[in-house]
């Protein structure tokens, strides 16, 4: 079974990503915030991040540039799941090395379809 | 009283769903048939009608034909998401159009999307075409699009798509090549716009469409016919297909029963190829072979 972390300091946010991702037949890990994301990042590369971009401590794209020098096995696919809907900010995700982008609010089908275009299901 | 009441609403249902068949030969499925009530129930505010009883006993007065539209309108379907059944997308950019792109003379390619409601599938091939851009440069290309609802047509035309819409299938890479943002909305750009040609169409007018095409896509669009009409739009396929032409149907569609014109792609998993030209294949591959 496929790993997805989810990093938001939303608990309901990752309630509610965890349900939908657990119905796609993921495991599911919760960070809140950057920082977690990293740690766990480091002690069990997850499959898939799904990565808020305004969080305390860490944000989601200081996360992501700290993650390219991260000791891992092998790299997560990166999807960010953010309220930052405007164009600047999804170019600079991609840019900065994200695989996909979700802008929210957010559903299952969306869900499902940005974890098909990265391969996760 | 109940009975009385539950037999004039499924009288008025079935009046409804006549309409929407002598107009668009669209069958009601049971499915659909249920969300009648919720899918009218802007029409029957907008005309100040009480029920789908008035709405049909007005209908049936055959006074408004705004209201007859606008009805036919709100019982189609127009579901339809970005590269919709990846692998099929898979296929055609790995497969079908590498294919095509070997094999038609003259460096032009004909497509019609038969049933294309609000545009997203066709805009989705042709993202895939500019995205191969250096490989379709100096070809003139083609694309049909038609819609028998003018609500869907217009929307495909303006390729105005909302926040949600743009998320169900579309790699974010291509909404930032391919779409600008419109307020809150997301709009094609203008090369892709200028691609299509988008028509509103009944599949069983008189009028057709000229000349024969490469690849139709006609897909989640037979399930909605009786078994007549289905070979009546296949025959219809036929008539503009040619001995090369691939064709496309959805994933729960298939020939199978429905007359002889296609048959199973001898090349491509789930598409379909007209029946004379695979028989004449086989026949000039077994004559080679004795």
Redo the contacts between chains.
Sequence with gaps: MKNCLVVDDSKVIRKVARHILESLDLSVSEAVDGQDALTQCEASAPDVVLLDWNMPVMSGMEFLQALSSAKMTARPKIIFCTTENGISHIKAAVDAGADEYVMKPFDRETLESKLSIVGII | MSVDVAGSQQGAARILSGLLEARTGQTLSEGRAWRMETALRPVLRTHGLEDMEALAAKLLRKTDAALEKAVIEALLNNES?FFRD?QLFDMLQGQILPHLHETRPNRVLRIWSAGCSTGQEVYSLAIQLRNAWSRWNGWQIEILATDISGRAIEQAKAGVYS??DV???L???D??KWF??HGDDWRASPELRRMIDFRQDNLFDAREPSGEYDLLLCRNVLLYFTPERRQAVLKLLGRHSHAGSVLLLGAGETVIGQGDDFIAHPGFRGSYARQAAVTAQRVAGSRRAG
């Design positions: 998401s990846l926040q949600m998320q169900r299938g790699a974010i890479g909404l930032i600008e943002p």
